[in-house]
């Protein structure tokens, strides 16, 4: 029995569903009688190029189509198996030859960035003068990789995932015919998760309904597929914004304990926040690609208890900040008239744990400035005492960057006017906890995922 995919695999341009900016001019223009020698069909994986692309080759040509059928003037190339210049100089001899039954001989090369640069300027040598009998169609999910002398000699049409209505519009036809039973908060998830492709959705529709002997419903979807209840996502978010770290630390082993992966958390957490964006959510957002293997669990805990950009977590400097050491301090071109007092031990770390500074805004701002610097900076650490920014770097060769001429005036321009930054030697700063150890700590606590594979700090 053939899957859903296949069954509802469209065979007409006029059975396409959610690509009317392809379907559309290319019904026109095929009723018009006017075929390209090449067409581009760029897009995300799922999205129905290459069906699209085969259904082309047959409308073209005038044949009737069926997804078993086998005609010998349409010929399905993968680039990505295909790649060499050899490959292409076989595809220009056998071009030449005519068409056996149809029109046209129609060439569909699939993922056609992946050729190499020979093989690309020999199949430029066709495009520039194609026999009038030949069409390419040509599909690819990284059009940037395709080069701009290709592109320009190929009618472009961009296809799109398909939006959430228009999916589980679909789906629900589909389940119309097909008569399944299943609750639309399941369908919901379903068409979630397929991501606007319809080949995932209709897998994942055809996937549960084997599984399930009677209705389908939202918790055999979540359970089958791995997925948290969407409350529970939303809490978290909510004790992230609180940062009460009690309840993320329950929410996420209770998660992982189901049977949620640390990958679908965080998964889960971007989608959420992609579909209610808001500027406290962006540190969390950068942390969460990075949540994967190795010590995933660790990393879904370390990147929820992140401080937010407007809250400070600071080291205390060590005594040296208030005596006599080597550092460099950088002062602004309108200091204050009079110089306070030299601060004791005591009221300097008094300071620098009450005050606070958007160490996230400033790091911001000095990459708008320079990449270079930022990157500089953003392995260091800091203290703030309400005058001044002491930065401590973790290597010499970071301090002596930070430290030339150039570099601080940079770090001087995307700081306020009045206040100082000191750049101190690598003997000042705090000892750190080597991260490989706290990581596996925290792993160890997070359910046990220690295994490192061989490859560098996964932070």
Known sequence: MKSLYRRYR??????VVGQPQVTDPLIKSLAQNKVSHAYLFIGPRGCGKTS???????????????????????IEIDG?????IDNIRELREKAAIAPTTGKYKVYIIDEVHMLTKEAFNALLKTLEEPPAHVVFIMATTDAYKVPVTITSRAQTYTFKLADHKTMFDFLKSVVKKEKIEIDDDALDIIVKRGGG?????LSLLDQLSTISENKITKELVLKALGLPED????KLLESYLSQDYDSIRDLIKNLLNSGVKAEIIAEELINLIIAEPRPEYMTLLAGLPEVKAPYANAKILVTLIKPMPNQTIVAKP??????????????TATPAPTAPPEPSVNSITTAISNVAFDWQDYLNKVQELSDAVYSQLSKTQYAF???TLHIYPMKKIIKNILSRDNNK???????KNDVKITIHEISDSPKIEDKDETIAKISDIMGGEVINDGGTSPF
Do not use: C, M, Q, W
């Open 409 to 415: 005036k940079i770090l001087l321009t995307a700081i």
């Open 197 to 201: 492709s319809f080949r995932d959705s």
């Open 318 to 331: 060590p005594i040296k900040v208030v005596s006599t050491v080597k550092s460099t301090t950088i002062t």
């Open 385 to 387: 005492d309400g005058t």
């Open 80 to 84: 990505a198996s295909n790649r060499g």
């Open 10 to 15: 469209p065979t007409k341009l006029s059975d």
């Open 231 to 234: 409350e529970l996502i939303k």
């Open 52 to 74: 699209v692309a085969r259904i082309l080759a047959h409308e073209i040509n005038g044949f009737k189509y069926e997804i078993e059928d086998d005609y010998i003037d349409i």
